[in-house]
């Protein structure tokens, strides 16, 4: 089967606190990309990320950092000193091959909640 | 720009009433797709489009139908709206295929009694 798996529904945190969003995957696939989007209460999803198989490396963006293992399948994603306005619904994305082309399956979803 | 665009934003149905939604964008992307969101779970793919002329399935198609009218319009048909169909709808595009980042809409929000 080829799947994503966001276990942790809802995440709730004081603000300043470090946050990590989990992400397990199966694919079939030797080499595969994977996606995380962001949710905020507005409604409109946002890219946020996009590695491939190939490079493992851990990816920093200001506060975010994502940590990509192969070994394990998980594609995690991290805040830190998180902020009110992270406040939102965090996807993570992998393509699967459909019917003819490939198409992006999606996590439920971890909602995360930044109390100040 | 205003990038991908959705018309309506929120729409009542009865069942077995039919509607279009409708979806443009003005980045040039060749690809778009719909998706439905239903609380509690991710996206689902209804259909897409690789580039204009072009439509293939996704993995909830039963019940909508899809048109690319030209290569910025790409909208989604409901013929007989059921109570099952009841959820979120987002638009999106990109520039090559599914590898590559989605833009998305704002979303329409169908209810059907």
């Known amino acids: 089967a080829q799947k994503v798996t966001q276990a942790q529904t809802e995440i709730s945190v004081v603000e300043k606190e470090d946050v990590t969003l989990d992400c397990v995957y199966e694919?079939?696939?030797?080499?595969?990309?994977l996606f995380w989007y962001k949710q905020p209460p507005s409604g409109e999803l946002v890219f946020l990320i996009r590695?491939?198989?190939?490079d493992e490396q851990n990816e920093i963006s200001g506060r975010y950092s994502w940590n990509f293992q192969k070994s394990t399948s998980s594609f995690n994603f991290t805040i830190t000193a998180s902020q009110v306005v992270d406040s939102a619904v965090y996807f993570c994305a992998l393509p699967v091959l459909g019917v003819s082309n490939y198409q992006l399956i999606w996590g439920a979803g971890t909602k995360l909640i930044i109390k100040p | 720009n205003a990038g991908v665009t959705q018309t309506p934003k929120f729409q009542v149905l009865k069942t077995g009433q039919s509607m279009t939604l409708q979806c443009a964008q003005d980045?040039?992307?060749?690809?778009m797709y719909w998706y439905r969101q239903d609380p509690g779970m991710g996206l689902r793919l209804i259909y897409y489009?690789?580039?204009?002329?072009?439509?293939d399935k996704g993995e909830v198609p039963n019940g909508y139908n899809v048109s690319r009218l030209n290569k910025r319009e790409f909208s989604l048909r409901l013929e007989s709206a059921a109570p099952s169909q009841t959820s979120v709808y987002f638009c999106?595009?990109?520039?090559?295929?599914?590898?590559?980042?989605?833009?998305f809409g704002p979303g329409t929000r169908l209810t059907v009694l």
């Open positions: 489009s690789a580039s204009e002329g072009t439509t």
């Open positions: 980045m040039n992307h060749n690809s």
């Open positions: 590695r491939n198989s190939f």
């Open positions: 999106a595009s990109s520039e090559g295929d599914t590898y590559n980042e989605q833009f």
């Open positions: 694919t079939r696939d030797t080499t595969y990309y």
